[in-house]
Structures are given as C-alpha cells and as structure tokens.
C-alpha cells in the first residue's frame, strides 16, 4: 500500500512512496491543503472568521489573508513567502457582514455593495449595484485602488490583467482585468479585481460567491471587459 512521503507534502501535491520501490506525485491545480502557525496541515477552508488579534480572514488558506473590519484601513492585505501587498479601497468602509467566505460592505457607494471573497490562494472582489440611479455614481467610471508591497513592481498582465513581480524578476501574485454585467439575466456586478498567489494554473473561477452576488455573470447577461493599469 502506498505511503506518504510527508516531508514532501506542498499545498498543492502529495508524494507518495509505492511498494515496489516507485513514487507516484498527486497534484492539484488549485490549493488543497494549508499549514498553519505550528506547521501543522489542514484542509482548505475559507470560511471568514474573526480573529483574536481584531482581523478578518480565513480559517485556513493558501496564503495569508485578512480583510478590513471597516474604517479606512486596508481593504485587503495578502501575504505568501513574505511578499505581501495590501489594497486600500478609495475612502472609508463600513463594518462587514460575514456570510461564509464572503465579508459585504453595504454601501461602500451609495447604493453599491463591496463584497470580498477568500480563496484558497487570495481574494476576490465585486460590486453590486443595486439600481440604475446607483450606476450613474460617476466614481463607478474609473475606480482607483491603493496597492503597496514592498519589493513589489505592478506590470502589466494578460488580457489587460496586472502581475505583482518581486526584485529578482519573480511573478508573485497575479491578477486579472475587471469585468462588468448588467441585471439582464439575474444580479447586476463589476468585479474588480481578484488578486490570487502565482503558482499552478488554477481552475476555474466561476462558481458563485458565498453568500453574495455571482462571481460571474449569468445566462443573458450583457458584459464588458474593465481593463486594470496600474501606476506608480
């Protein structure tokens, strides 16, 4: 029967050892497991907690990630091998309301919810907008976002995405460009940015948001593609 090689155990695969003297690698395209403080291993779970310590974030996660509690604080910050960027959202937030993974912001805009959810190797965000009268707001025309790393350089990405790169040339986090959908087929949504830790190819991301606005737009949808710049 096979054996695990636990020194060899990574978020993503698992190595095991077989009797006929052989090794078989078990790999995923999305993080399975995470380790915590101790160093011990536990499954994926990014239901948001409160911690001890005042922050937001998952139970257990890929990378390290917290959520603002409200006030003008940081938006989200991640960090993964001590690289960590932090997002600021342009103006004060409200106090979430945690719904599994998923912290909202009611009102972030008048008539605008923000809503972050955790995944299992970083975040992702996306604005409802409740009515038309809310979509006239004109800061939904171009939303500008405070990114600080350091060591950190923002360059382009794909398809008009952005990539968090470290000073020896190493692609750490990615990103890619927003995208927004009216209410035609369901809820209307922009979201925004979905920053994740570079590494396997990751799967699909189009399953709904827990307890929040589909992270997608829906059959009937209409849709556009919100390109990302960054700037120094």
């Given at each position: 029967?096979p054996?695990?090689v636990?020194?060899?155990r990574?978020?993503?695969?698992q190595?095991?050892a077989?009797?006929d ?15 915590d ?7 994926i779970?990014?239901a948001l907690?409160?911690r001890?310590d005042g922050?937001?974030?998952?139970r257990?996660?890929?990378v390290s990630e917290?959520f603002s509690?409200?006030g003008s604080?940081?938006m989200?910050?991640l ?7 932090a ?5 004060p937030?409200p106090?979430?309301s ?5 912290a909202?912001?009611a009102e972030?805009?008048?008539?605008v919810d ?5 995944m ?8 409802q907008?409740?009515s038309?009268?809310?979509?006239q707001?004109?800061a939904?025309?171009?939303?500008r976002?405070?990114i600080?790393?350091?060591g950190l350089a923002?360059?382009?990405g794909a398809?008009?995405?952005?990539r968090?790169?470290d000073?020896?040339g190493?692609v ?8 927004m959908w009216?209410s035609?087929g369901?809820?209307?949504g ?21 307890g929040?606005?589909p ?8 849709t556009a593609?919100l ?5 120094a």
């Open positions: 029967m054996v695990e636990t020194s060899e990574t978020e993503y695969s190595t095991f077989n009797p003297g052989t090794c078989s690698l078990k790999q995923a395209t999305s993080p399975q497991r995470a380790q403080a101790s160093g011990q291993w536990h499954d779970d990014t907690v409160r001890a922050t937001i974030g998952p257990y996660a890929a917290s509690t409200g604080q940081t989200v910050r960090e993964r091998d001590g690289q960590a960027p997002v600021s959202w342009p103006g937030l106090e979430p945690l719904d599994g993974a998923t909202t912001y972030a805009l008048p008539g923000l809503q972050l959810t955790a299992p190797d970083g975040y992702r965000e996306v604005l907008v409740k038309a009268q809310a979509a707001n004109e939904l025309e171009q939303l976002f405070t600080a790393g350091k923002l360059v382009a398809g008009g995405g952005l968090a790169i000073a020896d190493n750490v986090f990615t990103g890619p460009a927003g995208q009216d035609a369901d809820d209307a922009v979201q925004t940015q979905m920053l994740r830790a570079a590494g396997p190819e990751t799967a699909s991301s189009s399953e709904a948001s827990d929040g606005v992270a997608q737009p829906g059959d009937g949808d209409v593609t390109p990302v710049a960054g700037r």
